[in-house]
């Protein structure tokens, strides 16, 4: 089995990571409709995603030797890559947490996370999604940030995510850069993913959110651009009153009819595209999504 195949097979683990939520989650604090995020809050956010982040390579790493790695087929120059991946995500999180800190506040403490691993590939598979989720977490924070120290600050750690990315997708073989433009998607939208790793977290490090609920595509891995995609929990959309939509920075968002628990991929889509099930075909929004997101990674 080549280091491609092999990364096929474990991908449907890993984009089902991404999908798994329920309408409710421990670490929620408030509903969407709360006062909007205030430069603390958004701090504050990107602290919690960079929790996330650098527990995420300690864990892998901790768990999988550079033996399983090297059996995907990686050189160990690549896994030193991965290795210092984890290290700038850390960094990133030591960096955050001093400037809340430094804002007269008390920084988010790390949450305790399930990452589903099963073996090095889907590890690996899973930090490819997760890394373009920060970029696209930072995005979609910098328009709602007003301190110009802070935009320049987030501004200088969302091209190390998008690095970091290139950089796991050029390990895979894969086209480090399938489209002209990356993404922004609303701060709910990206809590609805990471609340899918987070069990629980400590007393007063709750983010003022609740997730959307979960989207669920059968055999994730196996959509194409063109192809039919098909949801596990279909029955919960009516028919008539639901599309999908496909976000992606190339292309916007895309929306397509809900038929009989599927729907069309648009064509054109390719790099990481985030699904949602709405509740409009027009205008994609928080008060439209009905689940979701999803993520599908498109050749």
């Given amino acids: ?9 474990c991908a449907s683990v890993a984009l089902a990571a991404f999908g798994g939520v329920t309408n409710a989650h421990p670490i929620a604090k408030r509903q969407a409709a709360a006062a909007p995020l205030t430069d603390l809050d958004i701090l504050q956010f990107a602290l919690t995603l960079e929790h ?8 892998g790493f901790a768990k999988f030797p550079a033996s399983d790695f090297i059996g995907l087929g990686l050189t160990q120059k690549q896994i030193d890559g991965l290795v ?41 598979a899973t930090a490819k999604v ?19 120290k802070i935009l320049s600050a987030a501004a200088s750690i969302v091209t190390i995510e998008a690095r970091h ?38 007393a007063g490090s709750s983010l003022p959110f609740q997730p959307f609920p979960s989207l669920n ?17 279909a029955g919960a959309f009516a028919e008539g009153k639901a599309f999908c939509s496909f976000t992606a920075g190339e292309t916007g968002t895309r929306f397509a009819p809900f038929v009989a628990g ?10 990481e595209v985030y699904v949602t099930i709405s509740s409009s075909g027009t205008a994609l929004s928080d008060d439209t999504i009905l689940a979701g997101p999803a993520v599908l990674s498109l050749s």
Avoid: W
Wanted: a negative charge; proline letters at 6%.
């Fill in 217 to 233: 595509i059968v055999d994730a891995p196996s959509v194409v651009a063109g192809s039919v995609l098909t949801l596990t929990d």
């Fill in 165 to 202: 990315q290139t950089f796991i997708k050029t390990a895979l073989n894969e086209q480090p850069v399938p489209q002209a433009f990356d993404v922004a998607i609303s701060a709910r939208q990206i809590f609805t993913l990471a609340a899918s790793f987070i069990v629980s977290c400590p």
């Fill in 84 to 124: 210092q991946i984890g290290a700038t995500e850390a960094t990133h999180v030591t960096v955050l947490m001093a400037a809340i800190a430094g804002a007269g506040a008390t920084p988010f403490q790390p949450c305790t996370y399930d990452f589903k691993f099963t073996d090095a590939a889907s590890m690996v």
């Fill in 130 to 148: 997760l890394e373009a989720v920060g970029v696209s977490a930072y995005l979609g924070a910098a328009p709602l940030i007003s301190d110009a």
């Fill in 1 to 9: 089995m080549t280091v491609i195949q092999k990364f096929l097979t």
């Fill in 52 to 59: 996330l982040e650098s527990a995420f390579y300690k864990e």
């Fill in 262 to 271: 599927s729907c069309v991929v648009p064509a054109d889509l390719g790099g």
